[in-house]
Protein backbone atom coordinates (compact mmCIF):
# COMPACT_ATOMS: atom_id res chain seq x y z
CA UNK A 1 0.00 0.00 0.00
CA UNK A 2 2.74 2.02 1.13
CA UNK A 3 4.88 1.34 -2.08
CA UNK A 4 1.49 1.97 -4.39
CA UNK A 5 1.18 5.63 -2.76
CA UNK A 6 5.07 6.90 -3.14
CA UNK A 7 4.66 5.57 -6.82
CA UNK A 8 1.50 7.77 -6.92
CA UNK A 9 3.00 10.81 -5.06
CA UNK A 10 6.20 10.33 -7.37
CA UNK A 11 3.92 10.41 -10.89
CA UNK A 12 1.92 13.49 -9.09
CA UNK A 13 5.56 15.49 -8.53
CA UNK A 14 6.59 14.67 -12.36
CA UNK A 15 3.03 15.77 -13.53
CA UNK A 16 3.33 19.07 -11.88
CA UNK A 17 6.92 19.44 -12.69
CA UNK A 18 6.03 19.05 -16.38
CA UNK A 19 3.27 21.29 -16.02
CA UNK A 20 5.29 23.96 -14.41
CA UNK A 21 7.69 23.41 -17.57
CA UNK A 22 5.11 23.94 -19.99
CA UNK A 23 3.30 27.27 -18.45
CA UNK A 24 7.30 28.46 -18.51
CA UNK A 25 7.78 27.45 -22.05
CA UNK A 26 4.35 29.66 -23.06
CA UNK A 27 5.85 32.09 -21.12
CA UNK A 28 8.75 32.63 -23.03
CA UNK A 29 7.87 32.21 -26.41
CA UNK A 30 4.67 34.10 -25.54
CA UNK A 31 6.90 37.00 -24.10
CA UNK A 32 9.44 36.81 -27.41
CA UNK A 33 6.00 36.98 -29.31
CA UNK A 34 4.91 40.02 -28.12
CA UNK A 35 7.94 41.49 -27.75
CA UNK A 36 7.21 43.52 -31.32
CA UNK A 37 4.76 45.58 -29.21
CA UNK A 38 7.06 46.77 -26.64
CA UNK A 39 10.00 48.36 -28.91
CA UNK A 40 7.87 51.53 -30.26
CA UNK A 41 6.66 52.53 -26.59
CA UNK A 42 10.66 53.17 -26.86
CA UNK A 43 10.59 56.52 -29.69
CA UNK A 44 11.84 58.85 -30.05
CA UNK A 45 14.89 56.59 -29.25
CA UNK A 46 16.50 55.18 -32.16
CA UNK A 47 17.51 51.20 -32.82
CA UNK A 48 20.87 51.79 -32.03
CA UNK A 49 20.11 53.88 -28.81
CA UNK A 50 17.63 51.17 -27.74
CA UNK A 51 20.04 48.70 -28.90
CA UNK A 52 22.91 49.82 -26.40
CA UNK A 53 20.36 50.35 -22.81
CA UNK A 54 19.59 47.04 -23.93
CA UNK A 55 23.00 45.75 -23.54
CA UNK A 56 23.47 47.82 -20.18
CA UNK A 57 20.00 47.04 -18.44
CA UNK A 58 20.82 43.04 -19.17
CA UNK A 59 23.94 42.82 -17.50
CA UNK A 60 22.39 45.19 -14.33
CA UNK A 61 19.73 42.53 -14.13
CA UNK A 62 21.06 39.18 -14.87
CA UNK A 63 24.20 39.85 -12.70
CA UNK A 64 21.76 40.74 -9.94
CA UNK A 65 19.64 37.38 -10.30
CA UNK A 66 23.13 35.49 -10.75
CA UNK A 67 24.36 37.59 -6.83
CA UNK A 68 20.76 36.66 -5.48
CA UNK A 69 20.93 33.02 -6.30
CA UNK A 70 25.15 33.02 -5.61
CA UNK A 71 26.07 31.37 -9.21
CA UNK A 72 29.87 32.64 -10.07
CA UNK A 73 31.75 29.66 -10.30
CA UNK A 74 31.29 29.58 -13.62
CA UNK A 75 32.63 33.11 -14.24
CA UNK A 76 36.20 32.38 -12.87
CA UNK A 77 36.50 29.06 -14.81
CA UNK A 78 35.61 30.86 -17.87
CA UNK A 79 37.99 33.18 -17.60
CA UNK A 80 40.63 30.45 -17.40
CA UNK A 81 39.82 29.08 -20.73
CA UNK A 82 40.61 32.05 -23.95
CA UNK A 83 38.81 29.40 -26.30
CA UNK A 84 35.32 29.25 -24.58
CA UNK A 85 35.85 33.21 -23.64
CA UNK A 86 36.46 33.69 -27.79
CA UNK A 87 33.42 31.97 -28.48
CA UNK A 88 31.18 34.03 -25.91
CA UNK A 89 32.85 37.04 -27.40
CA UNK A 90 31.48 35.47 -31.12
CA UNK A 91 28.32 34.86 -29.62
CA UNK A 92 28.04 38.17 -28.12
CA UNK A 93 28.65 39.76 -31.37
CA UNK A 94 26.14 37.86 -33.29
CA UNK A 95 23.50 38.93 -30.69
CA UNK A 96 24.46 41.83 -31.04
CA UNK A 97 23.94 42.08 -34.94
CA UNK A 98 20.39 40.32 -34.21
CA UNK A 99 19.03 42.77 -31.45
CA UNK A 100 19.62 45.42 -33.70
CA UNK A 101 18.36 44.15 -36.83
CA UNK A 102 15.20 43.03 -34.64
CA UNK A 103 14.46 46.59 -33.17
CA UNK A 104 14.84 48.26 -36.21
CA UNK A 105 12.83 46.53 -37.80
CA UNK A 106 10.18 46.44 -35.67
CA UNK A 107 10.39 50.67 -35.59
CA UNK A 108 10.38 50.47 -39.21
CA UNK A 109 8.09 48.48 -40.39
CA UNK A 110 8.93 45.14 -40.85
CA UNK A 111 7.35 43.33 -38.00
CA UNK A 112 6.19 40.53 -40.52
CA UNK A 113 9.86 40.20 -42.20
CA UNK A 114 11.26 40.41 -38.81
CA UNK A 115 9.08 37.50 -37.90
CA UNK A 116 9.89 35.42 -40.91
CA UNK A 117 13.29 35.02 -40.10
CA UNK A 118 12.26 33.39 -37.11
CA UNK A 119 10.35 31.09 -39.45
CA UNK A 120 13.40 30.37 -41.21
CA UNK A 121 15.99 29.73 -38.58
CA UNK A 122 15.66 26.32 -38.07
CA UNK A 123 16.20 25.64 -41.45
CA UNK A 124 19.18 27.79 -42.01
CA UNK A 125 20.44 25.98 -38.52
CA UNK A 126 20.41 22.34 -40.76
CA UNK A 127 21.82 24.09 -43.36
CA UNK A 128 24.49 25.31 -41.78
CA UNK A 129 25.05 22.15 -39.32
CA UNK A 130 25.23 20.33 -43.43
CA UNK A 131 28.13 23.06 -44.28
CA UNK A 132 29.95 23.55 -41.53
CA UNK A 133 29.67 20.61 -39.29
CA UNK A 134 29.20 18.10 -42.13
CA UNK A 135 25.64 16.60 -40.73
CA UNK A 136 24.11 13.98 -42.59
CA UNK A 137 20.20 15.00 -43.69
CA UNK A 138 17.02 12.55 -43.93
CA UNK A 139 15.00 12.77 -47.03
CA UNK A 140 12.53 14.91 -45.19
CA UNK A 141 15.09 17.46 -44.01
CA UNK A 142 16.66 17.42 -47.69
CA UNK A 143 12.80 18.08 -48.54
CA UNK A 144 12.27 20.74 -45.82
CA UNK A 145 15.50 22.72 -46.21
CA UNK A 146 14.80 22.56 -50.38
CA UNK A 147 11.36 23.74 -49.96
CA UNK A 148 12.62 26.87 -47.63
CA UNK A 149 15.29 28.12 -50.53
CA UNK A 150 11.74 27.79 -52.55
CA UNK A 151 10.15 29.93 -50.14
CA UNK A 152 12.90 32.81 -50.22
CA UNK A 153 12.96 33.01 -54.19
CA UNK A 154 9.28 33.63 -54.20
CA UNK A 155 9.43 36.39 -51.89
CA UNK A 156 12.69 37.99 -53.25
CA UNK A 157 10.39 38.26 -56.32
CA UNK A 158 7.18 39.17 -54.08
CA UNK A 159 9.00 41.88 -52.35
CA UNK A 160 11.55 42.74 -55.23
CA UNK A 161 14.46 42.51 -53.22
CA UNK A 162 16.19 39.53 -51.10
CA UNK A 163 14.60 39.31 -47.37
CA UNK A 164 17.45 40.58 -45.96
CA UNK A 165 15.63 41.45 -42.69
CA UNK A 166 14.79 38.07 -42.80
CA UNK A 167 17.87 36.16 -43.82
CA UNK A 168 20.12 38.57 -41.72
CA UNK A 169 18.20 37.67 -38.29
CA UNK A 170 17.85 33.77 -39.13
CA UNK A 171 21.90 33.82 -40.04
CA UNK A 172 22.80 35.82 -37.40
CA UNK A 173 20.27 33.41 -34.44
CA UNK A 174 21.61 30.60 -36.30
CA UNK A 175 25.50 31.28 -35.46
CA UNK A 176 24.38 32.36 -32.40
CA UNK A 177 22.80 29.18 -31.33
CA UNK A 178 26.19 27.24 -32.60
CA UNK A 179 28.67 29.56 -30.55
CA UNK A 180 26.22 28.79 -27.24
CA UNK A 181 26.10 24.98 -28.52
CA UNK A 182 29.89 24.93 -28.28
CA UNK A 183 30.27 27.26 -25.20
CA UNK A 184 27.85 24.92 -23.13
CA UNK A 185 26.85 27.62 -20.66
CA UNK A 186 23.61 27.55 -19.11
CA UNK A 187 21.29 30.67 -20.52
CA UNK A 188 21.26 32.78 -17.57
CA UNK A 189 25.32 32.12 -17.11
CA UNK A 190 25.00 32.47 -21.00
CA UNK A 191 23.78 35.97 -21.13
CA UNK A 192 25.99 37.28 -18.24
CA UNK A 193 28.92 37.02 -19.83
CA UNK A 194 27.56 38.44 -23.39
CA UNK A 195 26.49 41.33 -21.78
CA UNK A 196 29.60 41.97 -19.66
CA UNK A 197 31.56 41.66 -22.91
CA UNK A 198 28.80 43.98 -24.55
CA UNK A 199 28.45 46.35 -21.43
CA UNK A 200 31.39 48.55 -21.60
CA UNK A 201 30.86 49.45 -25.63
CA UNK A 202 27.36 49.75 -24.64
CA UNK A 203 27.86 52.24 -22.25
CA UNK A 204 30.60 54.28 -23.94
CA UNK A 205 27.90 54.45 -26.68
CA UNK A 206 25.40 56.06 -24.85
CA UNK A 207 27.85 58.30 -23.14
CA UNK A 208 29.42 59.33 -26.17
CA UNK A 209 25.02 59.96 -27.36
CA UNK A 210 24.50 61.90 -24.28
CA UNK A 211 27.83 64.18 -24.73
CA UNK A 212 26.34 64.89 -28.20
CA UNK A 213 23.19 65.81 -26.85
CA UNK A 214 21.35 63.49 -28.46
CA UNK A 215 20.48 60.47 -26.00
CA UNK A 216 16.59 60.30 -24.66
CA UNK A 217 17.38 59.10 -21.78
CA UNK A 218 17.13 62.24 -19.23
CA UNK A 219 14.81 64.18 -22.12
CA UNK A 220 11.75 62.21 -22.16
CA UNK A 221 10.68 62.13 -18.92
CA UNK A 222 10.24 59.09 -16.12
CA UNK A 223 8.19 57.36 -17.72
CA UNK A 224 10.71 57.03 -20.97
CA UNK A 225 13.58 56.20 -18.27
CA UNK A 226 11.84 53.25 -16.38
CA UNK A 227 10.82 52.10 -20.33
CA UNK A 228 14.83 52.29 -21.32
CA UNK A 229 15.50 49.77 -18.11
CA UNK A 230 12.97 47.84 -18.21
CA UNK A 231 14.85 46.18 -21.82
CA UNK A 232 16.79 44.37 -19.39
CA UNK A 233 14.03 43.04 -17.97
CA UNK A 234 12.22 42.37 -21.28
CA UNK A 235 15.59 40.25 -22.27
CA UNK A 236 15.85 38.60 -18.72
CA UNK A 237 12.13 37.16 -18.03
CA UNK A 238 12.01 35.31 -21.01
CA UNK A 239 15.48 33.54 -20.53
CA UNK A 240 14.91 32.92 -17.26
CA UNK A 241 11.42 30.91 -18.10
CA UNK A 242 12.86 29.17 -20.75
CA UNK A 243 15.45 27.74 -18.33
CA UNK A 244 12.87 26.73 -16.57
CA UNK A 245 11.08 24.91 -18.81
CA UNK A 246 14.60 23.21 -20.43
CA UNK A 247 14.90 21.28 -17.57
CA UNK A 248 11.23 19.93 -16.77
CA UNK A 249 9.87 19.29 -20.79
CA UNK A 250 11.07 17.23 -23.84
CA UNK A 251 13.57 18.89 -26.55
CA UNK A 252 10.63 17.60 -29.01
CA UNK A 253 7.94 19.54 -26.95
CA UNK A 254 10.66 22.66 -27.04
CA UNK A 255 10.83 22.77 -30.58
CA UNK A 256 7.25 22.41 -31.32
CA UNK A 257 6.81 25.93 -28.56
CA UNK A 258 9.67 27.66 -30.46
CA UNK A 259 6.96 28.41 -33.41
CA UNK A 260 4.59 30.36 -30.86
CA UNK A 261 7.43 33.68 -31.05
CA UNK A 262 7.18 33.80 -34.80
CA UNK A 263 3.62 33.17 -35.01
CA UNK A 264 2.39 36.08 -32.66
CA UNK A 265 4.77 38.20 -34.53
CA UNK A 266 3.34 37.49 -37.83
CA UNK A 267 -0.19 38.27 -36.51
CA UNK A 268 0.96 41.08 -34.78
CA UNK A 269 2.29 42.18 -37.74
CA UNK A 270 -0.73 41.71 -39.72
CA UNK A 271 -3.60 42.95 -37.49
CA UNK A 272 -1.56 44.83 -34.81
CA UNK A 273 0.70 46.87 -37.02
CA UNK A 274 -1.51 46.16 -40.30
CA UNK A 275 1.26 45.34 -42.80
CA UNK A 276 0.56 44.52 -46.65
CA UNK A 277 0.31 41.22 -47.59
CA UNK A 278 0.04 40.57 -50.92
CA UNK A 279 -0.18 37.46 -52.54
CA UNK A 280 2.83 36.64 -53.47
CA UNK A 281 4.06 36.83 -49.50
CA UNK A 282 1.52 34.63 -48.53
CA UNK A 283 2.70 32.08 -51.04
CA UNK A 284 5.99 32.56 -50.55
CA UNK A 285 5.58 32.33 -46.17
CA UNK A 286 3.02 29.18 -47.11
CA UNK A 287 5.93 27.37 -48.99
CA UNK A 288 7.72 27.99 -45.23
CA UNK A 289 5.41 26.81 -43.47
CA UNK A 290 5.31 23.96 -45.41
CA UNK A 291 8.63 23.14 -45.10
CA UNK A 292 8.49 23.40 -41.22
CA UNK A 293 5.56 21.42 -41.51
CA UNK A 294 8.33 18.50 -43.00
CA UNK A 295 10.48 19.45 -40.14
CA UNK A 296 8.43 19.03 -37.04
CA UNK A 297 6.97 15.69 -38.90
CA UNK A 298 10.24 14.05 -39.62
CA UNK A 299 11.44 15.21 -36.00
CA UNK A 300 8.43 13.96 -33.87
CA UNK A 301 8.78 10.53 -36.27
CA UNK A 302 11.97 10.22 -35.45
CA UNK A 303 11.89 10.41 -31.86
CA UNK A 304 9.05 8.42 -31.50
CA UNK A 305 11.04 5.73 -33.71
CA UNK A 306 14.42 5.97 -31.25
CA UNK A 307 12.12 5.72 -27.83
CA UNK A 308 10.54 2.48 -29.48
CA UNK A 309 13.39 0.85 -30.52
CA UNK A 310 14.76 1.59 -26.42
CA UNK A 311 11.82 0.19 -25.27
CA UNK A 312 12.63 -2.95 -27.11
CA UNK A 313 15.74 -2.93 -26.04
CA UNK A 314 14.65 -2.61 -22.56
CA UNK A 315 12.37 -5.18 -22.77
CA UNK A 316 14.52 -7.77 -24.18
CA UNK A 317 16.65 -7.58 -21.35
CA UNK A 318 19.54 -5.70 -23.15
CA UNK A 319 22.10 -4.25 -20.67
CA UNK A 320 22.84 -1.50 -23.04
CA UNK A 321 19.81 -0.95 -25.64
CA UNK A 322 21.20 -0.40 -29.09
CA UNK A 323 18.92 2.91 -30.42
CA UNK A 324 19.70 3.67 -34.29
CA UNK A 325 20.77 7.26 -34.27
CA UNK A 326 21.08 9.10 -37.24
CA UNK A 327 23.17 12.87 -37.41
CA UNK A 328 20.60 15.50 -37.52
CA UNK A 329 20.04 19.25 -35.98
CA UNK A 330 16.40 19.15 -36.73
CA UNK A 331 14.41 19.79 -33.26
Not at 245 to 256: D, F
Request: charged share 15%; aromatic share 10%; glycine share 10%.
Amino acid sequence: MSGTSNGDSKHEDLRGESRIGLLNGFAAYGMWGLVPVFWPLLKPAGAMEILAHRMTWSLVFVAAALLFVRRWAWAGELLRQPRRLGLVSVAAAVITVNWGVYIWAVNSGHVVEASLGYFINPLVTIAMGVLLLKERLRPAQWAAVATGAAAVIVLTVGYGRPPWVSLCLAFSFATYGLAKKKVNLGGVESLAAETAVLFLPALGFLLWLGARGEATFATEGAGHVLLLAATGLVTAVPLVCFGAAAIRVPLSTLGLLQYLAPVFQFLLGILYFHEAMPPERWAGFALVWLALTLLTWDALRTAHRNARALRAGIETGSRTPVVKTETSTGA
